[in-house]
């Protein structure tokens, strides 16, 4: 990985703005057309990243992007982004409040899907 210029410090922090600005936006973009009690907001907002995430790290693997896009893209943006902390919450919230399938399936769901997603990412991206 490169070196953290300056300039890559504050690009790393802009990105983590606008990464934690976009989980809100796409949170409440789910939600609103969505029901029931599993917390589609966070899987779709982890799953997506989780990919995204995959994908970058494959490019950058594959020398298609310099190393300065993970750090800013990645742990800034998609560091943002990504909210496994919320995901953790709202199973343990489901848990509490005893339904078992829903909290298991947050869960599990949440951490089998993005290892997944992230290893589709990283594939396809290592293909360029």
């Given at each position: 990985?490169?070196?953290?210029?300056?300039?890559?410090?504050?690009?790393?922090?802009?990105?983590?703005?606008?990464?934690?600005?976009?989980?809100?936006?796409?949170?409440?973009?789910?939600r609103e057309r969505t029901s029931g009690?599993?917390?589609?907001?966070?899987?779709a907002i982890n799953l997506s990243g989780?990919?995204?995430?995959?994908?970058?790290?494959?490019?950058?693997?594959?020398?298609?992007?310099?190393?300065?896009?993970?750090?800013?893209?990645?742990?800034?943006?998609?560091?943002?982004?990504?909210?496994?902390?919320?995901?953790?919450?709202?199973?343990?919230?489901?848990?509490?409040?005893?339904?078992?399938?829903?909290?298991?399936?947050?869960?599990?769901?949440?951490?089998?899907?993005?290892?997944?997603?992230?290893?589709?990412?990283?594939?396809?991206?290592?293909?360029?």
């Open positions: 990985m490169g070196d953290v210029t300056p300039v890559v410090f504050g690009l790393l922090c802009v990105a983590g703005g606008l990464g934690a600005a976009a989980r809100f936006v796409i949170d409440g973009f789910v009690a599993l917390p589609w907001g966070t899987i989780s990919f995204l995430l995959g994908l970058l790290t494959g490019l950058v693997a594959a020398r298609a992007l310099p190393a300065e896009w993970q750090l800013v893209a990645g742990t800034g943006f998609l560091g943002g982004y990504t909210t496994f902390s919320t995901a953790s919450l709202e199973t343990v919230r489901l848990l509490q409040e005893r339904r078992w399938a829903a909290g298991l399936l947050t869960g599990l769901g949440v951490v089998v899907g993005a290892t997944a997603a992230a290893g589709l990412g990283w594939w396809i991206g290592a293909l360029v």
